[in-house]
């Protein structure tokens, strides 16, 4: 791919997240008050943090991979689940990502 195609995209793809982002602000504020489109709004945040977190945990180059990622996000999730403090969520997961691949885990 040449440089200029690669600069038109980024200036498409920027633009199209500038008029995303205008479009938001300018819709009235009463429709974004409705319960249904607040509870929408938050449900869709949830899964796309959700596929994002299972697609770079499980994939690798397209192929699903079962590695120490997936034994340190469990362990990252059970620290969320007792309230944890996000410093020691994210070293418990690196201890457990560690002590996994030192064990010969892939």
């Given at each position: 791919?040449s440089?200029?195609?690669t600069?038109v995209?980024?200036?498409v793809?920027?633009?199209?997240?500038?008029?995303l982002k205008?479009?938001?602000?300018?819709?009235?504020?009463?429709?974004?008050a409705?319960?249904r489109?607040?509870r929408?709004a938050a449900l869709?945040?949830?899964?796309?943090?959700s596929?994002?977190?299972?697609v770079?945990?499980?994939?690798r180059?397209?192929?699903i991979?079962?590695?120490?990622?997936?034994?340190a996000l469990v362990v990252?999730?059970?620290a969320?689940?007792l309230?944890?403090?996000?410093v020691?969520?994210?070293v418990?997961?690196?201890v457990?990502?560690a002590v996994?691949?030192a064990?010969?885990?892939p």
């Amino acid at each position: 791919m040449s440089p200029l195609v690669t600069w038109v995209a980024i200036v498409v793809a920027s633009a199209v997240c500038f008029a995303l982002k205008l479009a938001g602000h300018l819709v009235p504020k009463h429709w974004l008050a409705e319960p249904r489109v607040a509870r929408t709004a938050a449900l869709v945040t949830v899964a796309l943090l959700s596929a994002l977190v299972a697609v770079q945990a499980a994939t690798r180059g397209g192929e699903i991979v079962l590695d120490a990622r997936l034994p340190a996000l469990v362990v990252a999730a059970v620290a969320l689940v007792l309230r944890a403090p996000f410093v020691v969520v994210v070293v418990l997961a690196a201890v457990t990502a560690a002590v996994l691949r030192a064990l010969g885990m892939p």
